[in-house]
């Protein structure tokens, strides 16, 4: 399955621009494998909705001729939803806090972003 996706609020200085367009594919889909149709699909990752806002930290595709394919992964997403941050993955979600306030969410992503900096 392949989404397009508009960048809203980059979250490293490598990520795309706001406003610039990403295609991210969710690990599945359908195909035949001889002669019989066969589909694939990780149940504990959570579809995603359309319209909704999700923070992503998506795998980039390498063999693609340029940066703007990404696959998405069960422990990478976090939909937004009246100020938290709720992750994609079901066994998350469904722990004792399963979401946090999305400005705590990234102070400590960007600070641990920070940190990996540094220490390098």
Not at 77 to 96: H, Q, Y
């Amino acid at each position: 399955m392949l989404f397009a996706w508009t960048i809203f609020c980059p979250i490293t200085p490598t990520s795309s621009p706001p406003g610039d367009k990403i295609h991210v594919s969710r690990p599945g889909g359908s195909g035949v494998v001889d002669g019989v149709s066969v589909r694939a699909v990780d149940p504990r990752f959570e579809l995603f909705r359309l319209g909704e806002k999700y923070v992503l930290f998506p795998r980039t595709i390498s063999d693609t001729q340029n940066n703007h394919a990404h696959q998405a992964t069960a422990l990478g997403t976090w939909r937004i939803e009246n100020g938290k941050v709720i992750p994609s993955l079901r066994e998350l979600n469904s722990a004792a806090e399963p979401s946090m306030d999305l400005n705590e969410f990234l102070y400590k992503i960007q600070s641990a972003i920070q940190f990996l900096r540094s220490s390098h």
